[in-house]
T-cell receptor, first 113, second 111 residues
Framework: DAGVIQSPRHEVTEMGQEVTLRCKLI?????LFWYRQTMMRGLELLIY????????DSGMPEDRFSAKMPNASFSTLKIQPSEPRDSAVYFC???????????FGQGTRLTVV | GENVGLHLPTLSVQEGDNSIINCAYS??????FIWYKQESGKGPQFIID?????DKRQGQRVTVLLNKTVKHLSLQIAATQPGDSAVYFC??????????FGKGTRLSVIA
């Protein structure tokens, strides 16, 4: 298995534009997590899914953020409209049920100018 | 301001020495603990984990110690190498909940 795959690796966009980040889970994993990492706040959990169902989205900063799992192996995180303060590295991670280790993707570095 | 950020604790270690990275956790209900290593430009990578029914677990060159009484976790790296330079995070959870991460410690290995 190639591990958790995120795309794009880097995204530079203008303020106000829509941004979509993508994540492919490891086959057989049933939990999906989106984290955001910044110098100010470290690694923050945004939202997580179990068996394609969103369980807790209390970490999503605003209504501008939304996440979906259209199927068991794929997820998107959308920011619309994007703002400069959304600039961060966004990670997704998957897990084969808990408690056990979560496997992280390489991240998407988002820069909003 | 723009330049204010997390002040990551930094541990500087001579190559070949042992490293000890500490972590305090807050949730007494947590029953699973894990250490991750994050190199620049990469996602966090699993190092070692431990469940609450244990107080010590050893891997290759790494040992994790768990003290539930004082809610403390430590990672020991034997014979530290330049490739060990990274930011190390502890994380905790219970049941099916997400991992909650600590702030991280930067390990710098001096060759």
């Amino acid at each position: 298995d190639a591990g958790v795959i995120q795309s794009p690796r880097h995204e530079v966009t203008e303020m106000g534009q829509e941004v979509t980040l993508r994540c492919k889970l490891i086959s057989g994993h049933n939990s999906l997590f989106w984290y955001r990492q910044t110098m100010m706040r470290g690694l923050e959990l945004l939202i997580y899914f179990n068996n394609n169902v969103p369980i807790d989205d209390s970490g999503m900063p605003e209504d501008r953020f939304s996440a979906k799992m259209p199927n068991a192996s794929f997820s998107t995180l959308k920011i619309q409209p994007s703002e400069p303060r959304d600039s961060a590295v966004y990670f997704c991670a998957s897990r084969a049920g808990g408690p056990t280790e979560a496997f992280f993707g390489q991240g998407t570095r988002l820069t909003v100018v | 301001g723009e330049n204010v950020g997390l002040h990551l604790p930094t541990l500087s270690v001579q190559e070949g020495d042992n490293s000890i990275i500490n972590c305090a956790y807050s949730n007494s209900a947590s029953d699973y603990f894990i250490w991750y290593k994050q190199e620049s430009g990469k996602g966090p990578q699993f190092i070692i984990d431990i469940r609450s029914n244990m107080d010590k677990r050893q891997g290759q060159r790494v040992t994790v110690l768990l003290n539930k009484t004082v809610k403390h976790l430590s990672l020991q790296i034997a014979a530290t190498q330049p490739g060990d330079s990274a930011v190390y995070f502890c994380a905790e959870n219970s049941g099916n909940t997400p991992l909650v991460f600590g702030k991280g410690t930067r390990l710098s290995v001096i060759a």
